[in-house]
């Protein structure tokens, strides 16, 4: 198992990067190291998710630092003064809607902030020896990418390790071409990396645009539900925290050079998944489901939306003895409690109140 020190968290204020530095340093034991969180705080990054952490770890486990990752200096600043051997790059733009309206976001990002954190990594990474310069062998650089980049399935089949890329929007050709990138990056240079391609992921902390949360709240509010074309579309769901442990086996035991896919093994129609939803709301909330359904819009397809996703995760279960921990059920049920039950969270990211915060805590950008 690799011995983990000072580990770089790039978009630790976003929803996945958020959950896993909660997981890394209140449920894993064998993790004794610092982690430090650089994150940009655009309009899906709330450093108030990690306020718990920061209170309990503060300067001596858990360090912030704002800073885009494109932003060379800053990133070279943030490797020397915390001396990083660990990289687990959260970091990018993820909506596809919002690539089709602005895909340059998505290029700066997930394409350039990735080569800076890759090149930054390299040269901070490699040290004179005899013989002449080498990679040092106890860092790992690892990339969280996902099951997008593979394009669309029919009706039947699996994507693996070895599908070939095929994306169709722009957020998932910007994640391709940071995939190759990071491997170009292991292949030249030496550096050791290892990747992993990721289904969708649900839970606490995700920002109100994505499909889940989107849905609970606006059940919640009285406002329609908007299904893309016929509601068809089929996705392999995992909770976020079976995905991060996935990310943390692969960091700690995964070889060096080697991709991972990651998924919940857990295919859902789009709207059979918001039947299921409006189900628990309607519970939760002692409303009628029928009148909640009633709301459902069917709305104009999006362009270029792939039909179906499905994961094969065998290679990770089989090396790394990974498995889904939480039922798509349980997680739905808690991801509608925690919902429900952080409200204040959810007004503070859809107003202007949060960006108050940021720029009275940290400045403006």
């Not at 580990?7 to 958020?18: K, P, S």
């Not at 391709?176 to 292991?186: E, G, N, Q």
Request: with cysteine.
């Amino acid at each position: 198992m690799r011995k983990l020190t000072n580990v770089l968290i790039t978009g630790g204020a976003g929803f996945i990067g958020c959950n896993f530095i909660h997981v890394l340093l209140t449920k894993t034991p064998d993790f004794a190291g610092r982690v430090i969180n650089i994150d940009a705080l655009t309009y899906a990054g709330n450093a108030g998710s990690l306020s718990d952490i920061d209170a309990k770890f503060g300067g001596s486990r858990y360090f912030f630092e704002r800073a885009d990752i494109t932003d060379r200096p800053a990133v070279e600043a943030i490797f020397k003064k915390y001396d990083i051997d660990t990289v687990i790059h959260f970091a990018a733009e993820s909506h596809v809607d919002r690539s089709i309206l602005g895909p340059e976001a998505f290029v700066k990002t997930n394409v350039l902030g990735t080569y800076t954190l890759l090149d930054v990594a390299r040269v901070a990474w490699t040290v004179q020896r005899e013989g002449g310069a080498r990679m040092r062998d106890d860092v790992l650089f690892h990339h969280v990418s996902t099951d997008e980049v593979y394009g669309s399935l029919g009706s039947e089949g699996y994507f693996t390790e070895t599908t070939q890329y095929d994306p169709r929007s722009p957020y998932s050709a910007s994640k391709a071409s940071s995939d190759h990138l990071a491997f170009a990056y292991h292949h030249t240079y030496g550096l050791p990396l290892t990747l992993s391609n990721c289904s969708n992921n649900y839970g606490p902390y995700q920002f109100p645009e994505k499909l889940i949360p989107l849905m609970i709240l606006n059940m919640v509010e009285g406002k329609p539900l908007p299904v893309y074309g016929d509601g068809k579309y089929i996705r392999d769901w995992v909770f976020v925290e079976d995905h991060n442990a996935a990310v943390w086996s692969i960091v700690t035991r995964g070889r060096s050079g080697e991709k991972y896919n990651i998924g919940g093994e857990n295919e859902w129609e789009n709207i059979a998944l918001l039947d299921k939803l409006i189900e628990i709301v309607a519970s939760r909330k002692k409303m009628d489901p029928e009148t909640i359904k009633a709301t459902i819009t069917h709305v104009k397809d999006r362009p270029g939306h792939d039909r179906r996703y499905a994961i094969d995760c065998s290679k990770l279960k089989r090396e790394l003895d990974w498995s889904r921990s939480v039922t798509f059920e349980l997680g739905l049920e808690l991801t509608v409690d925690w919902y429900l039950g952080n409200d204040q969270w959810v007004k503070s990211v859809r107003s202007g109140e949060y960006r108050n915060w940021v720029e009275k805590n940290y400045g403006s950008r």
